[in-house]
């Protein structure tokens, strides 16, 4: 039978950013490029979600809602997708479920269309209420699966977790490939073995941060995919997606090559964000633009590296680099074989520090502990019994053997209470900005906003990315900031 054109989804104006200038880019930056986007012919556009809307409100002094609404008003024909975290809605804390419902609500009616639902985990329990929430205002539930490797994460577990997605009422699937270590013949695998499973449409969100991401699109191609996602230049390749135009030349002759794109028009929207690349330099890398190898060599995330080291370097350990690269898969076995994503890669990085400098666990830090006691929600291999027993007795906890969110009595009531003791609006989006970043929330509704980011004098030297390794993650009144990559 004769397949479709594979579909490109555009995530310039959230991964893009997000993985190469620290989530910086202002809704002022995108307005000018998205009715371009708009009019390219792109299947979505991913423009919400992950990191953006805590950068909104602790960075740039802007409303997140807002600027949904004004994306959605550019570019009105092609449908938006989010990028949501489950039950930790875009946090890294169980939310109870009337908090998740009234978030999906809230962002339903602002303008996003399709929803990618994750948990770093893959852990169904965890995204239940996402799912069904999104269902229940009409639109797009997308399931995304989480790749990592490990002994524990088999071809035959992640088709098992696609079928799990499709019986919680997904609409379709994403491999979501967070640190860009998906091969191509792994992609082509998982693909063809998720459409047959579930005869789900399964699109695939990679990272060129290897080099591996247009190759591994090629096979997604081959293989059936609905559907790619780029981004476009000079917010493309290294830590983000590829860019467009590439992806276009890498199909050439293929009979699945989209044809409708016109490059004159690419070029153009390549142009329009060149001056916002120059504006943001404080906040890119080099270190992010290239293609790094080491991520393949050490097993460990591009975006994890970086901070690995210097967080070495403040230990003064950096000479013990390779001991702690070997303990990173002790520390995950132990823990249950978790991935590496944020917030979990900072916690195993800092757990394998701690275990080369003062011995294995004789110093068990608290969110290591949390994780071991199921706080996190179901880890994907078991945990190792002593180290669940020696999180139990140091915390004096009992472990979490239910979801997460199950211990968790609604919220909104009391939400609405503190938001209007706190002067906000009684509307669901303030409420559920409140819940998830209650110092900012009130900040902005105070009128106590941030600059936005000063354009950089010319000729000033890129500053290094300064990154905060705090990792204190769990609790309802967490404050810690991580740079994240997803
Ligand atoms: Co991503």
């Not at 967070?178 to 082509?188: C, D, E």
């Not at 059936?224 to 476009?232: P, T």
């Not at 701690?354 to 969110?367: I, R, S």
Request: with cysteine; glycine share 6%; net charge neutral.
């Amino acid at each position: 039978m004769k397949q479709p054109p594979v579909g490109f989804i555009n995530t310039v104006l959230r991964d893009g950013h997000q993985s190469l200038a620290a989530t910086r880019m202002t809704t002022q930056q995108m307005l000018p490029v998205a009715p371009l986007l708009d009019e390219a012919g792109f299947t979505g556009l991913e423009t919400w979600g992950g990191a953006t809307i805590d950068a909104c409100l602790r960075f740039l002094g802007e409303n997140p809602f807002d600027r949904l609404r004004a994306l959605k008003k550019v570019a009105p024909r092609t449908p938006q997708l989010m990028l949501l975290r489950g039950q930790n809605i875009v946090q890294y804390t169980s939310f109870p479920d009337d908090v998740v419902e009234a978030f999906v609500r809230a962002t339903a009616v602002a303008g996003c269309d399709i929803f990618r639902i994750f948990d770093a985990l893959n852990d169904p329990a965890n995204l239940r209420t996402a799912i069904r929430a999104v269902r229940a205002t009409g639109k797009h539930a997308r399931g995304e699966i989480c790749y990592t490797t490990s002994p524990v994460h088999t071809l035959d577990r992640f088709i098992s977790f696609g079928k799990e997605l499709a019986e919680l009422g997904c609409h379709s699937l994403a491999i979501k490939d967070m640190s860009g270590v998906l091969t191509p013949h792994v992609t082509a695998a998982l693909v063809g073995g998720l459409r047959k499973a579930t005869g789900l449409e399964v699109a695939v969100h990679s990272h060129d941060t290897a080099g591996l991401a247009v190759a591994s699109y090629l096979a997604a191609v081959e293989a059936g995919a609905s559907a790619v996602e780029v981004s476009i230049c000079p917010f493309a390749n290294g830590t983000a997606q590829p860019d467009t135009l590439r992806m276009l030349a890498a199909l050439e002759g293929h009979p699945r090559r989209p044809q409708h794109f016109d490059t004159a028009l690419l070029q153009k929207i390549r142009e329009t964000l060149e001056p916002a690349y120059a504006e943001l330099k404080t906040f890119t890398s080099p270190a992010n633009e290239r293609t790094d190898p080491d991520i393949l060599a050490l097993q460990i995330p591009g975006g994890m590296l970086s901070n690995f080291r210097s967080q070495l370097k403040d230990l003064k350990m950096a000479d013990r680099e390779e001991e702690v690269c070997h303990e990173i898969p002790r520390v995950r076995e132990a823990l249950g074989w978790i991935p590496l994503v944020t917030p979990t890669s900072q916690i195993v990085g800092t757990q394998a520090m701690l275990n080369v400098k003062f011995g294995p666990w004789k110093n068990f830090a608290p969110a290591a502990r949390e994780i071991a006691l199921g706080k996190y929600g179901r880890t994907p291999g078991p945990i190792e019994p002593r180290i669940r027993d020696l999180a139990a007795e140091l915390s004096g906890e009992d472990p979490v053997t239910c979801r997460p969110a199950d211990l968790l009595a609604p919220g909104m009531p009391d939400l609405r209470r503190e938001a209007a003791e706190a002067g906000l609006p009684d509307s669901d989006e303030a409420c559920v900005l409140f819940a998830m970043f209650p110092q900012q929330t009130r900040d902005w509704f105070a009128g106590k906003r941030p600059d936005p980011p000063a354009p950089p004098k010319p000729a000033a030297p890129a500053a290094p990315r300064k990154r905060n390794m705090r990792i204190t993650v769990a609790g309802r009144t967490q404050e810690a900031h991580v740079e994240e990559w997803s």
